[in-house]
């Protein structure tokens, strides 16, 4: 009698079947130089360091170029093309990393520092924010990083015509714009404006847009910094600077109660780790977009 052949196995559903292409996720400790890709960004870099920061574990990746971007610890990220799950550092491990920490020099970005390095000469490339607040945080946070790499950071006071920006600035090969757009969020009029310049042909190749979430800048600065849990709702109608700045009790009169205040909460940032990831990752793109070779 001739056997018949099984085409599909005696059972379909003795292997793992639903795993995805790439396998399943396994963990594995965010150990000092371990490579790993982050999968939204393609950020690939080598682990220096892993701290707590708000709450949650964040993972501190450096690039070939000596880039250190932030990111949450977690899921999201691969090691030889395989999903893997950061957990934090065994106890040996964490002492490693706080040694390695110890004995390099780095920015308020988190970078390493360049020691007896001359600022270059400005590139034609160029990032912008939406106002002065912005600028001043960009600048005491990646100050140091920005002027080793030559990239200036020009103010444009609101985005409402950020399309005719963009056509005078003119971008092109070696003249780069990374746009930093506060409160972009899905359904906004921010979102309208940025999706109607990223239509523009000059956006195509040489123009970089992105956004974080937060109403105004002063909210990327963490909570906890001004003893908060979480930053407070302010309601419709308000001015909502000067809606914190009550809750804060502090002076909110005038503008320049605000300038003050903003000056305050600027004072509580000493680095990288007082900041939201949502705003470190953004502002890391921006300056990987505007520094990459043409």
Known sequence: MTAVTDRYGSDVLSSDWRAPKRGRSQEVAAEPDTVVEEVDTGFVGAVVRVEKVGGMHVVHLEDRRGKVRAF???????IDGRPVILTPPRPADAAALAAARATTTRTASGSVAVADQRAKVALGSRIFVEGRHDAELVEKVWGHDLRVEGVVVEMLDGVDDLSAVIRDFAPGPGRRMGILVDHLVRGTKEQRIVDAARALPQSRDHVLILGHPYVDVWQSVRPQKLGWTKWPVIPRGTSWKHGILAELG?????????ARGWKRILGTVDNYADLQP?????VEELIDFVTAPV
């Open 72 to 78: 949450p610890l977690g899921p999201g990220f691969l």
């Open 278 to 282: 949502e705003l470190l990752g953004r």
């Open 250 to 258: 502090w002076p909110h009169a005038s503008q320049a109660d605000v």
